[in-house]
């Protein structure tokens, strides 16, 4: 079995003095979180679409995805955690209290606000997943990368070659997903910001993906310029 | 006295198969080249600005120097070399060649396919400089940065607390990176990719400016698209 959860929990504090998380910030003639999940929609794979939202936006997200999405049977709302992590493990509850899984049971974790994934990056994570235990969404870093560990200075420049830039999905074997969550200490976790760091932490290998340099992120109000400019050159 | 070196040298593989390298590519009304070469004539402090592009650009990039800016006369263009940091070399030999430095003399150099740097990040890089000898300008890195040794596995996944995008210009005090550059072995100096990494090698500091997300590298054709919607919105 497999499982998609569009991770929009967060409530955009990045993006300034607005009254909406970023994820309902209108993208063309939609919401963005609408696009995302019209993404998952299109892949016949999953056995449930999981939208994980902040409590007080779950009536919001529900009546949005009736507007908007024509066959909805196979989405869920629930409610998403504080951190990344915990709303992921919100997602593997969900999925333990309603299926009866097994250890080849497959969850695709999305930001809701990456709205150009495509169906093929989708396809890859659920092969690249199935083959190896998990794998993470990446492309090679453009920018030179810069470590700074104090005082405003440069402390290293790792070698380029060697690094990048982490999107999603990022795809995992449920049970062992949560069976390593479970070995990594409280203050750890409230550390990790990234549910593939779990994998590594525990010396367990994460897969690459080839992602896509129009797979963004909506994070700042300029991100909202450029997926515009993707947006129409798609259309 | 102060030196600007705007690297044009690249030919632009990676913007597929075009005739021109991406810094005469349009955007809007002119060239990138000549947006970037605006930004460093409004400021004031340069004796001169050295514009180092491809042996077979020369008198194209003369021409359109002529062309669109008004007051070129402390505007020079010299041949690149093949690697960022021969370029840089070029610059300094061509100064030293030219005029009579000192150990304050500074070079700030900038990609030329980086046409929104701003008048502030100039200025704070001239700034930084003077006080601390080498300065880099960067943001705050927004996606997770992996890293992939082998095998197309993740082997870290470094703190993102810590880690910065590099962009430009970067700047320095020029005869002191002409001697540290001197100190780097030629197997060292061809895996460069970056000129603050010759201050590091040598266990030199080098100071941080804040750059802005909008100070973007054009690379990819997808880049050109982000670049038009930036300077849409600054019209």
Known sequence: ?????????????R???????????????????????????????????????????LSHTKDLIKKYI???????????????????????????????????SIIVSHDSVRPFVTYRIIEENIEFCKEYGACDTVIPATDTIVESNKDNKISAIPLRDNLYQGQTPQTFKINKLAKLYKNIND???????????????????????????TNIKITYPYDLKVADAILKDQV
Chains 1, 2 share one sequence.
């Open 187 to 213: 203050d750890d976790k409230n550390k990790l910001t990234d549910a593939c760091k779990i994998f590594v932490l525990n010396n367990e290998d994460v897969y690459l993906v080839n992602g896509d340099v």
């Open 70 to 104: 024509e066959d909805s049977d196979n989405i869920v709302v629930i409610e998403g955690g504080n951190l990344r992590n915990d709303t992921i493990m919100n997602a593997i509850d969900y999925i333990n209290d309603n299926f009866q899984i097994d250890d080849d």
């Open 15 to 57: 993006m300034g003095n607005i009254e909406k998380p970023k994820q309902f910030l209108t993208l063309g003639s939609k919401p963005i979180l609408i696009h995302t999940i019209e993404k998952f929609s299109i892949v016949n794979s999953f056995e449930k679409i999981i939208v994980l939202t902040p409590k007080n936006f």
């Open 1 to 13: 079995m497999i499982f998609a959860a569009i991770l929009a929990g967060g409530s955009g504090s």
